[in-house]
């Protein structure tokens, strides 16, 4: 079945191959991003591979409260009304704490969880008013786990992202509004990119392929891909921290 899907933080990164493959699998799109440039190379880019699907661009910071709830409300009515929207959206800035990155940690915080709560009301509003919807959460395997030195505030901010899917999911059981959480191990993408020799890493697209697949499936929880990282979910979340830290 067509869907017409919302993704924030469409114009890099594993927003930007979603959007490749959703596309490839008939689905209409509104794709957000800050890089306007960059969304509408990728929407040129869909459209001449599929040229029967609708697809929309949108310029968005998500940290910009009103801009949000406008631009959700603009695509939806562009589409007809939006099936699914991914909050997406996402940086990986961070230092230390106490190391003189307020800044770094501040805007990390702002953006991967205010900017998802934010995300995260606009959608329901929308969903709530024809009481069905479908609302993915993008977090990671750092937020299973309070991690250290410059990933403390992002994986913190990926574990309240969790936190505040599994309140939603909660709330809506039973109900046509769905909402899954994803748990990306590590996936190679432009956040990532610098980074050299990093363990168990798999490329873009078969780690985005299982990421749409378990979206697909409206599975309330995925760690993907499937194979290491659903075993080693449960080392990350039960292993003494001595263990963890070597490991990280």
Do not use: C
């Not at 030195?149 to 809506?172: D, P, Q």
């Amino acid at each position: 079945m067509r869907r017409n899907i919302l993704i924030t933080g469409a114009s890099a990164g594993l927003g930007e191959e979603m959007a490749r493959q959703f596309a490839a699998k008939g689905h209409n799109l509104a794709l957000t991003a800050r890089r306007e440039d960059r969304l509408a190379a990728l929407r040129d880019e869909i459209r001449g591979k599929h040229p029967g699907l609708t697809v929309t661009i949108h310029k968005l910071d998500v940290t910009d409260d009103e801009q949000v709830f406008t631009v959700f409300r603009e695509a939806d009515k562009a589409h007809g009304q939006l099936d699914r929207i991914i909050v997406n959206a996402g940086i990986g800035k961070g230092a230390a704490l106490g190391t003189g990155r307020y800044d770094a940690n501040r805007e990390t915080a702002m953006t991967n969880f205010v900017g998802a709560l934010t995300q995260a009301e606009a959608a329901l509003e929308l969903f709530r008013e024809r009481n069905a919807g479908h609302l993915v959460f993008i977090s990671s395997i750092g937020g299973l786990r309070g991690l250290p030195r410059s990933i403390t505030t992002y994986a913190a901010t990926k574990a309240g992202l969790a936190s505040l899917a599994e309140g939603l999911r909660m709330e809506f059981l039973g109900r046509p509004i769905k909402v899954s959480t994803i748990y990306p191990g590590y996936i190679r993408s432009e956040m990532n990119d610098r980074v050299q020799n990093t363990p168990l890493i798999v490329d873009t697209v078969p780690g985005v392929r299982a990421m749409v697949a378990a979206i697909e499936a409206e599975k309330p929880k995925a760690y993907v891909p499937a194979w290491p990282w659903a075993p080693l979910s449960w080392v990350m979340r039960f292993a003494p921290l001595p263990l963890v830290k070597r490991w990280m």
